[in-house]
């Protein structure tokens, strides 16, 4: 693996994980509130992502809402619509209710990046080739590619259009995109993770009824296939980077059992707050290191 690009370059790399991306948007509340920012190079997926995206518009609090409110709603997450053929994670509802009632600062956003000179990275999966696809959002792509990122096959069933196709989560084909980072110039890499760092991603998922759902595509079954052998490659990459390489990973504990798709709000209430003071922790040891 070669590295081309200018060294220095710091990047912000957010993994998903549906509901327990609540523990980085805590993270994310916290850099934002503590005016922590020393990033040149953003790359969110699914969750991740969309936390990001909060975070350079300078909403903070805004994805704690809309994981309390908005995800917890039966119109969202709903097992008896998704066995009577709908879908199981009604992405059209959320989206369309979170524009309405609480819209990303799209202005913001963009206006935060350039005068920065940063570069903001949504990764997706390409449904024809089933290799990551780093989808650079603009003013009026950006909740679209948002919701492409997000839209993991079989729980919501709709394969969405990018300007590369069609595309679904990006977490099939690069759930942590550290080695995109690296490849792009990256020497000083911070990861927030949604696993506890002692986590180990084991391939035992078989696409089962994937297969046929995914059956005109499969180039991306075989992605969903070879997730945990990728996943452990960006692990691997965390915890051996190259030399000349500083990568730092913020993880959650594991004291809180929270998946994809929890709906306890004790729970993500618990996980947020645990990634604010992760966030809190992170900025006070850098503060600590520059004296």
């Known amino acids: 693996m070669q590295n081309n690009k200018k060294s220095g370059l710091s990047a912000l790399v957010v993994e998903g994980g549906g509901m327990r991306g609540i523990f980085t948007a805590g993270v994310l509340d916290s850099f934002g509130r503590c005016g922590f920012d020393p990033f040149g190079l953003y790359i969110g997926v699914s969750a991740g992502a969309c936390n990001l995206a909060s975070h350079l518009a300078g909403q903070y609090g ?16 709903n097992p008896l619509r998704f066995i009577r053929g709908g879908h199981f994670i009604d992405l059209d509802w959320l989206w369309d209710i979170t524009i309405r009632e609480c819209r990303l600062d799209r202005a913001a956003i963009f206006k935060t990046l350039k005068r920065k000179n940063a570069q903001y ?32 096959p079989l729980l919501y069933r709709t394969l969405l259009e990018t300007g590369d196709g069609r595309a679904s989560d990006g977490g099939i084909a690069d ?10 110039g990256a020497t000083d890499i911070t990861v927030l993770r949604t ?8 391939d035992r998922f078989s696409v089962g009824p994937l297969g046929f759902v995914l059956r005109k595509y499969p180039n991306l079954a075989d992605s969903v296939r070879k997730r945990a052998e990728r996943y452990m490659e960006a692990v691997d990459f965390i915890r051996k980077p190259p030399a000349g390489v500083q990568v730092t990973e913020i993880a959650p504990s594991g004291k809180i059992r929270a ?3 929890t709906r306890d709000i004790r729970k993500l209430e618990e996980l947020y707050r645990e990634g604010e003071i992760a966030g809190k922790r992170h900025v006070l040891g850098k503060a600590e290191l520059s004296l």
């Open 62 to 77: 805004r994805n704690f809402r809309i994981n309390t409110t908005y995800s917890l709603d039966r119109r969202f997450i």
């Open 121 to 152: 990275l949504v990764v997706a999966t390409s449904a024809d080739t089933g290799r990551a696809l780093y989808l650079e959002p603009d003013e009026f792509t950006l909740e679209h590619y948002l919701k492409v990122s997000s839209s993991l």
């Open 175 to 184: 759930s942590i995109p550290v080695i995109e980072a690296y490849r792009r």
């Open 195 to 202: 696993r506890p760092g002692n986590y180990v991603k084991h």
């Open 259 to 261: 998946g994809r798709t």
